[in-house]
């Protein structure tokens, strides 16, 4: 399986952006999905977290409110939208799947929010 990860770029504090993830096969199939961030200096970090099946969503308390985790099956593409942008938002943005046997990352879309 491979994640193909989209969507980042520089933006305003404030602005928008919608981070892309799609799959090489069935979303459905993966027991969960998540995007991390790793901000220069420190270490990856949960950001948001979907259960493709049956859709529950979870969020670290930083972007609660601001960011939304959404699904396209059709597609095998998974979305974050992330609004209200804060400085402390910048990083890698990892895409990540889990399945009953294995782990799955994609390569990483950089989010650069300036103030």
Do not use: H
Request: hydrophobic share 35%; net charge positive.
């Amino acid at each position: 399986v491979q994640l193909q990860a989209s969507g980042g770029g520089l933006v305003q504090a404030g602005g928008s952006l919608r981070l892309s993830c799609t799959a090489s096969g069935s979303i459905v199939s993966f027991a969960a999905m998540a995007w991390y961030r790793q901000a220069p200096g420190k270490q990856r970090e949960l950001v948001a977290g979907i259960m493709p099946g049956g859709g529950i969503t979870g969020y670290a308390d930083s972007v609660k409110g601001r960011f939304a985790f959404s699904t396209d099956n059709a597609r095998n593409t998974v979305y974050l939208q992330m609004n209200s942008l804060k400085p402390e938002d910048t990083g890698v943005y990892y895409c990540y799947a889990r399945s009953i046997r294995s782990d799955f990352w994609g390569q990483g879309t950089l989010v650069t929010v300036s103030s």
